[in-house]
C-alpha cells in the first residue's frame, strides 16, 4: 500500500471521531510530521504516515523525540491496524 492511500485512509477514519486531521506544514522546518489532529476539547496530536515497513528518516526521528519531550504525541503510522487504533483511543478520551 501506498503512502497516500494509508494517509487517505487515516484522514477518513479520523474525522469520523469529529477530529480533524490536517496537512501539517512548516515552512523553514524540515522534518516535522505529516499531519496535526485537532481533537474537540482542545487537544492536539501529530501523525507521520509511513508506507507499510517504511522507517523514519534522523531529522524525522529527532522531531518526534522533541516533539514528545514538549508533552506531544505523536504517532507513526504505517498500517490499517494503527488507524484503527488511534481512532478507538481518541473516541474512548472523548466519551
Known amino acids: 500500500m ?7 485512509k487515516f484522514c477518513k477514519r479520523i474525522a469520523r471521531t469529529g477530529s480533524l486531521p490536517l496537512k501539517f506544514v512548516s515552512p523553514g522546518q524540515a522534518g516535522v510530521p505529516d499531519r496535526i489532529i485537532l481533537i474537540p ?5 501529530f ?3 509511513k508506507k507499510p515497513g517504511g522507517k523514519l ?10 516533539f514528545r519531550k514538549l ?3 505523536v ?6 491496524e494503527k488507524i484503527e487504533y ?4 481518541i473516541e474512548e478520551e472523548l466519551s
Open 86 to 89: 488511534i481512532a478507538r483511543e
Open 71 to 73: 508533552g506531544f504525541t
Open 57 to 66: 528518516r534522523p531529522l524525522q526521528m529527532y522531531t518526534v523525540k522533541r
Open 2 to 8: 501506498l503512502e497516500k492511500h494509508l494517509e487517505a
Open 75 to 80: 504517532h507513526v503510522v504505517d498500517s490499517t
Open 47 to 49: 501523525a507521520e504516515l
Open 41 to 45: 476539547g482542545g487537544k492536539i496530536r
